[in-house]
């Protein structure tokens, strides 16, 4: 009788979970290093499930959908601590899962590709945003769903040109990954007609970021520092270390509004984000998880619902079908950013709009109005085809 | 004399014509952001009052007497009733959280409620205030539509991207339609032969046959120096004969006119910035268009295919309702 009904339905998708037994199961792992990232402000300082309560609240999305689908998605969390051996976990993970969302440093990134390579495994990197993966070290195997450094320096690059601050005053860490976020907003200035007045370097001599005297030192040492710069009108800091930037607004020798890794900061997400839908999913983000949402956090759950998005068009679990299918020119996701999210083609990371916040409130969302593209809008945020270094293998 | 009395007489008429109702209609235009409801003469196009409402309006719609507007205020978690004779909120339904559109059944008794912020759709009795249940459905329940017939309602789910098929006398769902990114507004032919589907970020209109419960076409969209991802379908209104559809391009600033039968867009109408919802007057001689971020609706002449008026309302315009006064 129930494969009378079936079999009359059989056309449209089986209507109440009849089938539960036999659903197909689609595991997702989550491949993460253990410990937080140290932050300036207090408030900042990224929870445990950072990122992977993202991933979490993204199950429970597929999985409403895949209660009319008839699949079922699981998430299996893994943290490395500092001595594990990525290459290990990442293999011991894909024997039990096709997809694996990860959270990690570069290098570790290439190593868990290079080791998944032949066994069929998706890597989907929700946390690095170096440029290098996507350009001369990008592997076939791993979809970039975090935005790039260069997408990120562009859009606030956008935003600061089209407000006619265009002569910066560039302050660098000292730290590697400071240096190469001041490459990329050395590149957004050339490329979107900004001018670095000055660049100055702040040394990290170390010490710590809590003391109990804390804001008597730093207010006596920040306008000290920015004086004497030649005329800007906007000062741009590069500190994805989190030693000084966030110690600059309001403390600047001129006054002059902060942009970059404080003050007005580009970002893939933000828990003020609320237009285009978002807040049904801030809602259901904080009811989850009794936070807000990250950046990290959304990138996780967009990579989750890109699986479960790629797994209800092909009606398929298999890791080779959906990762065609997310590669080829039918995939696209919805993520609450105004507009439909593809593939670059070419090096594989995910277009999006970056929002610009101020940590309350975002200001705005880059691509600015004007700055056109001969194929896609969002093509105006990071390396473009004609520009990339990638040759996916 | 006789010729006169002639001329009296076609005078009269053309008297009577120009004053009589046939486009007296009046319009209810709920403003997203103002937390009011505009209402409009379409007689003479001028607003005649601004209804202070609770917050976040959007979906709207005259009850079947006319005698009463629906407006769900999905940051007050419910649905206000406007007496039409008084113009103010009179009574409150009770809904789920959050509450975005809505359809009434032919007889005006059940309201079915998408409630974005629980995945449900909620059932309520129209004159006992009452909640009658909730129907799980997929992530973000949004367009509602009920079949001619009145057997099947639609729900769309915004996150889930399904239509899904529920029965209205049992109230289960029968069967779900997978459909492209986004899917905002459903709206049936009235001969009961396609139900059609918007999705906003995926760019596409989904022709579904009933019947089948199947994606049959899918009408796409192209606008010269307009990227693909500017073109949002939201809105859809067809005219009683099943022969024309408008289609509201959200940010792409235009209203899309198709021909039903070959599913071929023959027009884009020029509109306000972000165009959302849209009403048919009565008589069907005109539509009106809610335009987000200009402010303002629109007045198409559907004989015509042309804008001919532009009305300043309250601050993000969403949804709109048409009736006698």
Redesign the interface.
């Known amino acids: 009788m129930i494969r009378w009904v079936v079999a009359a339905?059989g056309?449209?998708?089986a209507?109440?979970p009849v089938l539960a037994a036999d659903a197909t199961e689609i595991g997702i792992g989550y491949l993460g290093r253990a410990g937080v990232k140290p932050k300036l402000s207090l408030v900042e300082l990224p929870a445990e499930n950072d990122g992977v309560a993202g991933a979490r609240l993204a199950i429970e999305?597929n999985n409403?959908?895949g209660k009319?689908?008839n699949q079922r998605f699981t998430l299996e969390e893994v943290r490395l601590k500092d001595n594990e051996d990525v290459a290990k976990a990442a293999a011991t993970l894909a024997e039990r899962t096709g997809f694996i969302i990860a959270d990690l440093p570069a290098d570790d990134l290439l190593k868990a590709a290079d080791t998944l390579r032949d066994r069929g495994a998706l890597l989907l990197n929700a946390g690095a945003i170096d440029d290098r993966l996507r350009e001369q070290d990008c592997r076939a195997n791993v979809i970039h769903v975090a935005p790039t450094r260069s997408m990120l320096a562009d859009a606030l690059a956008q935003y600061l040109v089209w407000k006619q601050w265009k002569r910066w005053l560039l302050v660098v860490g000292s730290h590697d990954q400071d240096k190469l976020y001041a490459d990329a907003l050395r590149r957004a200035a050339t490329r979107f007609g900004a001018k670095i007045v000055q660049e100055r370097t702040f040394e990290d001599t170390g010490g710590a970021r809590r003391t109990d005297s804390g804001v008597t030192l730093i207010q006596r040492q920040m306008p000290t520092f920015t004086q004497q710069a030649p005329a800007y009108d906007v000062l741009v800091a590069a500190d994805e270390s989190e030693v000084f930037a966030s110690y600059l607004p309001y403390r600047t020798w001129d006054p002059r509004p902060v942009a970059g890794s404080a003050g007005l900061v580009p970002t893939s997400w933000h828990a003020a984000q609320d237009q285009w839908?978002a807040i049904?999913?801030q809602?259901?983000f904080v009811k989850l998880n009794s936070r807000h949402m990250t950046a990290l956090d959304m990138q996780a759950w967009t990579a989750a619902?890109m699986i479960g998005?790629a797994t209800?068009?092909t009606r398929s679990g298999d890791p080779k079908a959906v990762s065609d299918f997310l590669k080829g020119p039918d995939f696209?996701?919805?993520a609450f950013k105004?507009?439909?999210l593809t593939l670059r083609d070419w090096n594989l990371q995910l277009r999006q709009p970056i929002l610009l916040v101020d940590g309350r409130m975002v200001v705005s969302v880059s691509p600015q109005e004007g700055f056109l593209h001969q194929v896609?809008?969002?093509d105006t945020l990071g390396a473009d085809r004609p520009e990339t270094k990638c040759k996916l293998r | 004399m006789r010729m006169w009395r002639h001329c009296l007489i076609s005078g009269m008429a053309l008297w009577l014509a120009a004053a009589s109702p046939a486009s007296a209609f009046i319009a209810y235009v709920s403003n997203e952001k103002s937390n009011t409801v505009t209402v409009i003469d379409t007689n003479n196009w001028s607003v005649i009052k601004t209804i202070k409402v609770g917050q976040r309006p959007r979906g709207i719609e005259f009850t079947r007497d006319g005698k009463f507007v629906f407006v769900a205020v999905g940051d007050d978690d419910s649905i206000q009733v406007i007496d039409v004779a008084k113009q103010e909120v009179v009574d409150t339904l009770p809904s789920g959280p959050?509450p975005e559109l809505f359809a009434l059944d032919a007889e005006g008794k059940i309201l079915y409620v998408a409630n974005?912020?629980d995945?449900t759709v909620t059932i309520i009795d129209v004159e006992k205030r009452a909640r009658l249940g909730d129907i799980q459905v997929?992530?973000?329940p949004e367009g509602m539509a009920i079949s001619p017939d009145g057997k099947i309602l639609i729900n769309t789910?915004?996150?889930?991207?399904?239509a899904?098929?529920i029965d209205t006398a049992t109230r289960?769902?029968?069967?779900?339609?997978?459909v492209d990114?986004?899917p905002r507004y459903a709206e049936f032919k009235r001969d009961n032969s396609e139900v059609w589907v918007s999705s906003?970020?995926?760019?596409t209109i989904s022709v579904i046959d009933p019947a089948?419960?199947?994606v049959t076409k899918k009408i796409t969209f192209e606008i010269p120096g307009l990227?693909s991802?500017?073109i949002?379908p939201v809105g859809i209104a067809m005219t009683k004969d099943g022969k024309t559809a408008f289609v509201a391009l959200g940010?792409a600033n235009r209203v899309a006119v198709v021909d039903t039968a070959s599913h071929k867009v023959t027009k884009y109408l020029l509109v306000g910035q972000r165009v959302w919802h849209m009403a048919f007057t009565p008589d069907e001689k005109y539509l009106m268009t809610t335009n987000g971020v200009s402010n303002d609706v629109s007045v198409i002449d559907v004989a015509a295919q042309k804008v001919i008026k532009t009305i300043q309302v309250g601050e993000l315009p969403w949804g709109i309702t048409i009736a006698q006064p």
């Open positions: 339905i056309l449209s998708i209507a109440t999305d409403t959908t009319f689908l839908g049904q999913m809602n259901r619902r998005e209800s068009r696209s996701v919805a105004g507009r439909r896609s809008e969002l | 959050d974005e912020n995945n997929g992530v973000e789910s915004e996150t889930t991207n399904m899904h098929f289960q769902i029968v069967a779900n339609v997978l990114a986004r906003e970020i995926g760019g089948k419960r199947e990227r991802e500017a949002q940010p």
